[in-house]
């Protein structure tokens, strides 16, 4: 079809035709066999750092397509290397593949009845937030990207992670550096050949199919796992002056950490949240126990503001026993860093997300999301982008729609084609942008 409309178009319009039409012509060509490895996917899903048949289907995969695979990093993770056929930069792009015990409660036909063991304990596995969607959005696109290397201008890193939620097998508060994204990193996934930037993508509920939403700076918020245990004397409940009560210490602990944020951050700069998830002491009420356990979380979208919190938090807990005659032992485990997009690489590629389905369906967020992403390891590297793709069938009530996480969240697969559509206008798009990215993050 664009070639009848080219024989009426400068040479320049022309070429930009074709570009589009052969991205959308490759993206309508993988619909079918993306969906049919999502559902595959979803049906068999693995929790994290325990992705093994996962990652056996992406190499498998990959190697079909002519690409070239490595493995062997952060357990389970893969790496696929596609060299384009022109010269050009090296870009790296993303997709998580664990799941989350969750017992799934959609009805689908492909619906999970997996089981695995979770920290121990046996629990229902499902992809409760879309890990299913994103790994087969990449194989989808690395698909359509091999069939067409010679058009591509540099090579393409195909980064398969495992353990963004979390490893099944670890404790997660105190090895969180030797899974997901830090692991990769350590385990030199992207040092050869070292990708100059990277783009990642997190389908979302209550968001319509055929949607892109971002931002520039911050996109998600950090993360930082928090665990108090206050220690007091035991005593009857009748006579607390003779004891020490480390319950009373804790409910102070709990208000008086709130300060950290309203009156300590610089809240011109952004915000932080310090929330206390798990409270355990004590086993009857007529006795005050001798220790009180508690696990929280810790969130900003400023890295100074969550820098101020992790700092002056120790200090704060430990004075507020000091001042009940108790004691604390505070720990602090990283998570997430904030997750922020490149402002020049945002800018430059947003006429490129506006032509994958259109301006009218390309959306600028007035804030960050929440939650938290261990992408935000690899932009600390170098330029990233992530964007939000819906995952809502688009005639759908958007407020109704089950959230990520819940056992009823479901991915639209209308979703997949703007996935596969999103990184093959990355990587064709980005070598034209390249070196004013490059610059601009120079001079940082």
Sequence with gaps: ????????????????????????????????YTIKLRQHIHQH???????????????????????????????????????????GPVMALRADMDALPIEEKTGLSFASKAKAVYQGKETSVMHGCGHDAHTAM?????????????KIAGTVVFVFQPAEEGGAD??????????????????????NPKPEVIFGMHVMAGMP???????????????????????????????????????????????????????????????????????????TGNVIPEQVN?????????????????????KLIEHNA???DATAKVEIAPYAPVTVNDKTLTKLMQPALAKINGQEKLHVLDNNASASEDFAYYGQLMPSLFIFIGATPADQDMAK????????????????????????????????????????????
């Design 322 to 324: 000091q001042a009940n």
């Design 294 to 314: 508690m696990v929280g979380t810790i969130r900003s979208n400023n890295e100074d503001v969550r820098k101020g919190i992790l700092n002056e938090l120790p």
């Design 209 to 283: 199919s055929g949607h892109i939403f971002y931002k520039d700076g911050a996109i998600l918020n950090s993360a930082d796992h928090l665990r108090i245990q206050v220690n007091g004397k035991q005593v009857h409940g009748s006579m607390p002056w003779l004891g020490r009560d480390p319950i009373y210490a804790s409910s102070q602990m709990i208000s008086n950490m709130q300060s950290l944020v309203s009156r300590r951050a610089d809240l011109t700069k952004g915000m932080g949240v310090i929330s206390i998830g798990s409270i355990q002491g004590g086993t």
């Design 401 to 444: 729609a089950a959230p990520n996480h819940n056992p009823m969240f479901i991915v639209d697969d209308a979703t997949l084609k703007t996935g596969v559509k999103s990184h093959m206008k990355f990587v064709m798009e980005y070598p034209k942008a390249a070196a004013q990215v490059q610059n601009a993050w120079n001079q940082k």
């Design 138 to 150: 990449l194989l989808g696109a690395a698909k359509a990207l091999a069939a067409n290397k010679d």
């Design 45 to 87: 899903p693995e929790l994290g750092n325990m992705e093994f048949k996962t990652s056996e289907l992406v190499q498998k995969e990959l190697k079909s397509y002519g690409i070239e695979v490595r493995k062997g990093y952060a357990k389970t993770g893969v790496i696929g290397i596609l060299k384009g056929g022109q010269a």
């Design 1 to 32: 079809m664009y070639k009848k409309i080219c024989l009426s178009l400068p040479l320049f319009l022309c070429s930009q035709l074709s570009l589009a039409d052969w991205i959308d012509d490759s993206a309508q060509n993988v619909e079918s």
């Design 170 to 191: 670890v404790d997660n508060f105190t090895q969180g550096s030797q899974i997901g994204s830090r692991k990769m990193i350590a385990d030199g996934a992207l040092n």
